[in-house]
């Protein structure tokens, strides 16, 4: 095996260079990559002024020696544009053959924007060259070095001519402009240096090809996949068989680029960019994958905080109730307090709060222990899943350490998932020790009947 195909530091680095002043393109960027690796075709769906160019540009420098192709299509280009003029010295001898060099076919990383609006000659043509990585020149069909075409296109094309064309993106990426959080900082971007990284050589991305056959694809993936392929037909989402084998591949592909001898089903957050024929339908797949897949949806524990709230309130109730004949005591208290003024001290002040004790209702110590014996099993029903949440969390972050391709905000968006889930119990806890600790102090009154209150009424 090829260890430099293996070596984490040197992707990252590849990133890096990529990722370098493109502010929130962490997905698009190693989408791009990885597509190039596993010999796939990328489209980036978004409006204009989004980088989708220069992520193009970017991505040639990514491959030594690879040729870069970039065209501006409309429904006014030309095949020469594209392919190049036709030979002259050719037609003499009545061939009809183009001048290909510096053009599309002897390129290996190209750039097409606008890419559905050109004419049906020019699709027909690109067709064979994305699919097949041959282009017909004449009478002879010729082999291209093309290891990746990114397209770009404001919108989804929803003529079925164009259908055919689309499914030749395997990896398709929507692009949006920057978020408001990372606006000041768009505005104030600095030019950097640019990460050194070592280019993929073509034999080196030969060898990739080869040795990601031998990744493993473990139950655990096909099942998560079969899961999903039912998913995807719930959201009237169709993924055309060769679409579901390419998707294995670059599963593969990142597995193997990472150094990892199996799929695993972090390897599934590619899945929405695959599977989605539509940037709308991209949302629900991510969805699927934080939480059928990762496990990482924030719960918000409702029957816990329905809970909580009915102790709170239940002793805010207790608390406040006045004690049996306290009516003498109130009257002797508001006199002290207008005595006193706003300035309680020394022997005023004892008095009013002998008076504001004497006020307060007395509990039997069994009305206590009810009281005390809810919140408890309540907490211990609240604090079970702590454990296995806290170990959940760990093993996630365990598995996302060596991770490249998985962009970093996926994986904050997962870690941060479950942290806030835990945060969501530990607060919930602590108001529940809060409430206990007031149910502990109620004056307590041994005289009293030694009767048990109805449970508090705190749902499912």
């Known amino acids: 095996m090829n260890a430099a195909l293996t070596d984490r530091a040197r992707w990252r680095a590849l990133v890096a260079q990529l990722e370098l002043g493109l ?20 489209l980036l769906i978004g409006p204009p002024g989004t980088a989708k160019s220069e992520l193009a540009r970017r991505l040639h420098r990514a491959f030594g020696g690879a040729r870069y192709f970039e065209r501006l299509l409309t429904r006014f280009s030309t095949p020469e544009e594209l392919f190049g003029p036709l030979s002259l010295k050719a037609l003499e001898h009545d061939r009809y053959e183009r001048l290909v060099d510096g053009y599309l076919p002897t390129a290996s990383i190209a750039f097409l ?5 050109a004419n049906s000659a020019i699709l027909n043509a690109l067709l064979t060259l994305l ?30 001519a164009l259908m055919a064309f689309h ?15 990372a606006f000041a900082a768009l505005l104030t971007l600095q030019p950097g240096a640019p990460a050194a990284a070592v280019p993929v050589s073509n034999d080196e991305l030969r060898d990739a090809l080869v040795q990601r056959e031998q990744v493993e694809l473990p139950a655990g993936v096909l099942e998560a996949l079969g899961a999903l392929r039912g998913f995807a037909a719930s959201q009237g989402i169709t993924v055309s068989d060769r679409r579901w084998r390419q998707l294995v591949a670059l599963l593969r592909s990142a597995a193997h680029t990472e150094g990892r001898a199996a799929v695993d089903t972090l390897d599934l957050w590619l899945v929405p960019y695959v599977v989605a024929a539509q940037p709308a339908q991209v949302p629900a797949l991510h969805e699927w994958f934080i939480a059928e ?85 309540v907490t211990a029903r609240a604090a079970e899943p702590l454990p296995a949440l806290r170990a959940a969390l760990a093993e996630l972050e365990r598995a996302l350490e060596g991770r490249v391709w998985l962009p970093p905000s996926l994986a904050a968006t997962l870690t941060g998932n479950r942290r806030r889930t835990i945060a969501i119990l530990d607060s919930l806890l602590a108001r529940l020790a809060h409430a206990r600790e007031g149910f502990a102090a109620l004056p307590i009154d041994e005289a009293l009947p030694q009767q048990a209150p109805e449970p508090i009424a705190i749902g499912a």
Not at 30 to 38: D, F, Q, S, T
Not at 167 to 181: E, I, M, N, T
């Open 23 to 42: 502010l929130e393109r962490d997905t698009a960027v190693r989408l791009a990559l990885l597509a190039a690796l596993a010999g796939e075709h990328v």
């Open 113 to 117: 924007d606008e890419v559905f609006k």
């Open 293 to 377: 897949v990762a496990q990482a949806t924030v719960h918000e524990a409702p029957w816990l905080t329905r809970a909580v709230e009915a102790f709170e309130k239940q002793l805010e109730i207790e608390l406040s109730m006045p004690a049996d004949g306290a009516d003498d005591s109130a009257g002797k208290l508001a006199l002290a307090r207008a005595i006193g003024g706003a300035g309680e001290t020394g022997m005023l002040r004892m008095v009013t709060t002998s008076l504001e004790d004497a006020m307060r209702r007395r509990w039997s110590p069994v009305h206590v222990a009810a009281r005390l014996a809810q919140v408890d099993e």
């Open 131 to 160: 699919n097949e990585r041959e282009f017909d020149n004449g009478s002879a069909r010729v082999r291209t070095p093309l290891i990746c075409v990114v397209g770009a296109t404001n919108e989804v094309p929803a003529e079925e």
């Open 167 to 181: 499914d030749r993106f395997l990896v398709r990426v929507p692009v949006a402009g920057v978020s408001d959080a």
